[in-house]
């Protein structure tokens, strides 16, 4: 299912925080959002996922606009993993991960074995289980970070949006979630300040100020010219000589 941005302008007390964003999704890709502090990417996220509306423009989910659907509906297609996502709710870790069900449930459809089983799975895969009858507002950061990313994936979404997903993580539990995420058959949208880390992703999108100014292949768009424009950094891209692929190493700041 492809999630499209037609257009999309949102502004607060006349500042454009978002200023004519164009970009369309390519099912089952790995799409990363890059830009500094500020340049958007949390607004954009949040419109994509229908928590914001924007000023003018539209968001399509498939064939319709996202402003005709039921929340009901859009929430069994997209899922949001919020950068603050930390709980205040005392609620258990395996109730929080079972919320990513509601949008399947009704008066006519409880609870089933498959549900359980499905947050079961999303437990294990996130490394979560073992804390699973904890109350959730007793995790670190991270272990919540975990959790927000189950509670996501038990919503068994087409498109998974993803703020900074692992700013909290340790560096073991950095690559597992994102190995994680990459493996995932869906389309996944994910903004990261680590820009090693969008060398891996299929597609990536640079934001300056509100604005998309670049989409493509890491390889296209991470220039060291792009590096210095839009981050303020002199950097050089290098290959890694045993597979080929790029990486940077950061000199100093311009
Ligand atoms: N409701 C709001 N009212 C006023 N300003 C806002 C509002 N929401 C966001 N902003 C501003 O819009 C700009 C973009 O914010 P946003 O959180 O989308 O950036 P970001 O790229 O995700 O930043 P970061 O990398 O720091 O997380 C920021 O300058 C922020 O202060």
């Given at each position: ?8 302008s949102?502004q ?35 419109i ?25 509906h859009?929430?069994r ?7 603050q ?7 258990s ?23 359980e089983?499905i ?45 900074e ?32 880390q ?25 220039t ?31």
């Open positions: 299912m492809k999630l499209s941005a037609r257009n999309i949102w607060v007390n006349g500042r454009q925080l978002l200023d004519n964003i164009r970009l369309e999704t390519v099912p089952g890709e790995n799409l990363g959002l890059i830009g500094p502090n500020g340049s958007g990417k949390t607004t954009l996220l949040r994509l996922a229908g928590l914001q509306k924007p000023h003018t423009g539209d968001v399509w989910l498939g064939d319709q606009s996202m402003y005709r659907m039921r929340q009901r859009i929430a297609s997209i899922a949001l993993v919020e950068q996502a930390m709980a205040s709710d005392r609620i870790v395996h109730q929080a991960v079972s919320l990513g069900r509601t949008p399947y449930l009704s008066p006519m459809r409880g609870w089933s074995p498959q549900d089983a947050v079961s799975r999303a437990l294990y895969d996130v490394g979560i289980e073992p804390l699973k009858t904890r109350p959730w507002h007793t995790l670190s950061g991270g272990e919540g970070q975990r959790v927000q990313i189950a509670r996501a994936l038990a919503q068994q979404p087409d498109i998974l949006l993803l703020d997903p692992t700013n909290h993580l340790d560096i073991r539990h950095q690559l597992s979630i994102l190995g994680l995420v990459r493996a995932l058959p869906i389309t996944v949208v994910i903004a990261l300040h680590d820009l090693n969008a060398m891996d992703c299929d597609r990536v999108g640079v934001l300056e100020d509100g604005r998309l100014v670049d989409i493509g292949p890491p390889e296209e768009v991470l060291p010219h792009r590096l210095r424009r839009t981050f303020g950094v002199h950097a050089d891209v290098l290959a890694n000589a045993q597979d080929q692929r790029h990486y940077m190493r950061f000199r100093q700041a311009v």
